[in-house]
């Protein structure tokens, strides 16, 4: 076999956890090198907490984790990968690690010895607050109550399952002086909201920042990862989270040093209209920007207008204010900053204050810490991207519009320079000395944080119009995408960034491809949808709140049915298991929210509700109307399913394949869409894993796919960095339903979009598609050429995605 190519032409990735070790992606590697991939990207592999289901809570970065099988067994999979002609792409954490002590070695020692430890600059600690302890939220309670509970077991101090090491001389203390004594501090859990004295990801206290821009940090921290990398175990990287990083640039340009330029992608969410800082040396993203655009097409613009008002009409007056996205989104960042990051927003406040009241500048003395918390929250609030990462990317992202509006927020004008402080910061007018750096620096990482957790986490579980345009990277205020847009976008994507990747679905994302695609269809049919809904939802008692219904009725609707025609057993039990996945991820759904019930404030009636509603009206007799009317739109529903996968394994950059989506794969929010996928004995594909329901266009999506990868597999040239990427425009009453492009003057795909209302203006009728010169072969029906300009009716005769290569002369 020949050595997997040094840029992927296609990955796959696979979530590892101790019910899929390396073993059982061994046994798969013969099925994803059949399937045509050219490398297998896997979940992160190095040492996690103990039973870890995702390997992102790393605990030793030194070891590959031996639940999975170990260093040996991931070097297994690396040489059965290489004998198939295939090769391995690791996901990296370079963010964060576990706040776990009793395995966490290096965390251990620091909590030992405190700030002079060695390994203490490991980790982002500000040892100046609360005492010089760090704050340890683990107590189910306050202290008081959970005193008796703590125990010294010889040098270590035991709270139920958590174990923590004594300093040195202290073992024999009373608890109280022993407590004292420690450089930690154990604390009631609820005390993290605000009392935090450590970086951790986003608003998870058990995950506590690295410090990877310290050049020690880095090489202790990738020596295992750099060592795969140049010994061939492994082959590219996917970074996980760089907007966390101090220096998310600084941290890349290191990695690629270290890695000889190896492919790297890097997990950014690129807000609409934002583009990945071209001076980082990596392949491009992974691929959500990719997604937004690809979902966006099969998307109607004016049926998703139609589609909000009814919602609003449905919902209203319990909506989020009337189901406005941007208004949604502000008012979600609030209640972030003085909730979920409070403890972040106070150590910025500090960190400003520090600064102004230490500065020879006399423009930045006597600013008051609450003025200047009043003006950080009023402009993180209206930052609308993830971060900047420079005082010139900051004047473009902190802007005296959003200056302006901040500033109204103080009732004293005076007062209201503080805004005008924090903004010169920001933009560097008062220098680049340590003090500065480090202001911007927590700003920006505070404002990733908060971009992820008001956005990502809670306004996209309450502006909820259209569950499919609530997707990670998304756009839901305005998700439709015309061709004139996405032929754009594919253009800058082969010109800047060809070897980025490209996602369809992911393990973060909310709702699968193919769940997304079935309610894509419902901005074709608004009036349809509100109808059967309304007829669906009479007498259906009790209904908690009617925003939580209508996601739930979508949920459903997206979801699909349960089964086939199989006995009615496993019919009656496949019932029960989708109603059991839907009630966990509308859980999911209103703990997000936040506006009833939330994960720390957890309110037992409201969520004992929502589950009795699922049981008696979505997933119950009532949801059969539902269930009838996606019966009567699959024909439209599978245009979406196949357009998406075609477009997507066709377009420039490099597609990611999420484990089980060469077949139909209907799978909700995590952990149902991480369920341990099932190979078959002979490493077969198996049946799709249990994330996913199969459904009748599986095995149509599965030749697409097949097709796709291997010829992207057979002529990589005409896909790859080098290539070309042509536009091509139909004619006629139906053209805007056709989109479709050429790769290299070699390969056109084309593709149905928004084929429900095609179907309604009365068909193709005359549309022409006029192909590029050369005779062309259907991939996927052997016989079928075409020459010139072909009716679109004879085009899309057999299938609403067609794959087309040019024959030779």
């Known amino acids: 076999m020949p050595p997997a190519p040094a840029v992927p032409t296609a990955t796959y990735r696979l979530q590892l956890q101790p019910d899929f070790p390396f073993s059982a992606a061994t046994t798969a590697v013969p099925h994803l090198a059949a399937l045509g991939v050219s490398h297998l990207h896997l979940s992160p592999v190095l040492e996690a907490v103990p039973g870890s289901q995702h390997g992102y809570d790393v605990v030793d970065p030194t070891r590959v984790r031996e639940e999975l099988g170990g260093e040996e067994g991931l070097r297994e999979l690396s040489r059965t990968a290489r004998d198939h002609g295939l ?43 609360q005492g010089g302890q760090v704050l340890l939220p683990v107590l189910g309670g306050p202290l008081g ?6 125990k010294a077991d010889g040098d ?17 203390l009373p608890l109280p002086q022993l407590l004292d004594a420690q450089w930690y501090r154990p604390v009631w859990w609820r005390l993290a909201r605000t009392e935090l004295n450590y970086r951790r990801f986003f608003s998870i206290s058990e995950l506590i920042g690295v410090r990877v821009e310290d050049p020690e940090v880095f090489e202790a921290t990738h020596a295992k990862i750099l060592e795969l990398l140049h010994e061939g175990v492994v082959d590219g990287l996917r970074v996980d989270h760089p907007d966390g990083l101090a220096d998310p640039g600084g941290y890349l340009r290191r990695l690629h040093e270290a890695t000889g330029g190896r492919w790297t992608v890097v997990e950014k969410i690129l807000a ?13 993203t992974t691929g959500y920007d990719a997604l937004r655009h690809v979902d966006g097409l099969f998307m109607d613009p004016a049926g998703f207008g139609e589609l909000l008002d009814r919602y609003r009409a449905f919902a209203a007056p319990q909506t989020d204010r009337g189901g406005d996205w941007d208004a949604t989104v502000r008012r979600a960042a609030y209640k972030v900053l003085t909730q979920e990051l409070a403890a972040e927003t106070d150590r910025l406040t500090r960190v400003a204050a520090r600064l102004c009241a230490t500065s020879p500048e006399t423009a930045l003395r006597d600013r008051a810490p609450w003025a200047l918390r009043t003006a950080l929250t009023e402009l993180l609030v209206r930052l609308e991207v993830y971060r900047p990462y420079s005082p010139e990317d900051a004047a473009t992202v902190v802007t005296e519009e959003a200056a302006a509006e901040a500033r109204r927020a103080f009732a004293v004008p005076e007062e209201a320079g503080a805004v005008d402080v924090v903004r010169d910061l920001l933009l560097g007018r008062y220098g680049d000395g340590p003090a500065q750096v480090e202001f911007r620096t927590r700003f920006a990482q505070t404002a990733s944080a908060l971009r992820a957790k008001s956005v990502e986490d809670t306004a996209f579980y309450r502006y909820v119009p259209l569950l499919s345009a609530t997707e990670v990277g998304g756009e839901p205020g305005g998700p439709a995408v015309g061709p004139d847009r996405f032929h754009a976008y594919c253009a800058r994507v082969q010109r800047d960034w060809p070897a980025t990747g490209t996602v369809l679905s992911t393990h973060d994302a909310k709702r699968s491809a193919d769940v997304r695609a079935a309610l894509h269809v419902l901005t074709e049919c608004p009036g349809r949808w509100a109808d059967v809904l309304a007829e669906a939802s009479r007498g259906v008692e009790p209904v908690p709140d009617a925003q939580l219904a209508w996601a739930a009725w979508q949920t459903v609707f997206g979801l699909g049915p349960a089964g086939d025609e199989r006995a009615r057993k496993e019919r009656v039990r496949d019932e029960r ?5 839907v009630r966990e991820a509308l859980l999911k759904h209103v703990r997000e929210a936040g506006l009833f019930t939330s994960w720390t404030e957890q309110e037992p009636p409201y969520e004992e509700a929502v589950a009795r509603f699922v049981a008696a009206g979505p997933c119950g007799v009532p949801g059969r109307k539902v269930a009838e009317l ?4 699959e024909p439209h529903i599978r245009a979406n399913v196949l357009g998406a996968a075609l477009v997507h394994l066709t377009m420039p950059g490099v597609p990611d394949l999420y484990q089980g989506t060469e077949r139909e794969y209907r799978a909700l929010v995590d ?26 266009s599986g095995s149509e999506k599965e030749a697409v796919t097949r097709a796709a990868l291997a010829l992207r597999a057979r002529r990589p040239e005409v ?5 070309s990427y042509e536009p091509l425009g139909a004619v006629g009453p139906a053209a805007d339903h056709c989109l479709a492009f050429a790769r290299s003057g070699e390969v056109v795909t084309a593709v149905t979009r928004l084929s429900l209302r095609l179907a309604e203006s009365g068909g193709w009728r005359d549309t022409r598609l006029p192909l590029p010169r050369g005779r062309w072969a259907d991939v996927r029906e052997p016989g079928r050429e075409f020459e010139g300009e072909v009716r679109a009716a004879e085009l899309f005769a057999a299938s609403p995605a067609v794959l087309l290569e040019r024959l030779p002369e």
Do not use: C, K, Q
């Open 671 to 696: 952990p149902d869409n991480r369920t341990p996928l099932r190979f078959g004995e002979n490493g077969d594909g198996g049946d799709g894993g249990d994330g996913g329901d199969g459904g009748g």
């Open 630 to 633: 996606r019966e009567t739109l």
């Open 156 to 172: 270590v101090l035991r709270y139920h399952e958590h174990a923590f090491p004594l300093r040195e001389g202290t073992a024999g």
């Open 577 to 581: 298991a989708r109603e059991e996945r």
């Open 272 to 284: 609409d209209g934002e583009a990945l800082p071209a001076s980082w040396p990596v392949a491009g």
């Open 719 to 723: 896909f790859g960095t080098s290539a």
């Open 145 to 150: 109550e959970e005193a008796d509970r703590l």
């Open 87 to 129: 090769g391995l792409i690791l996901d990296i954490v370079p963010n964060h690690m576990a706040m776990s002590p009793r395995h966490n070695p290096a965390l251990w020692e620091v909590l030992r010895d405190g700030p002079s430890s060695p390994r203490a600059r490991w980790f982002d600690i500000d040892w100046e607050a």
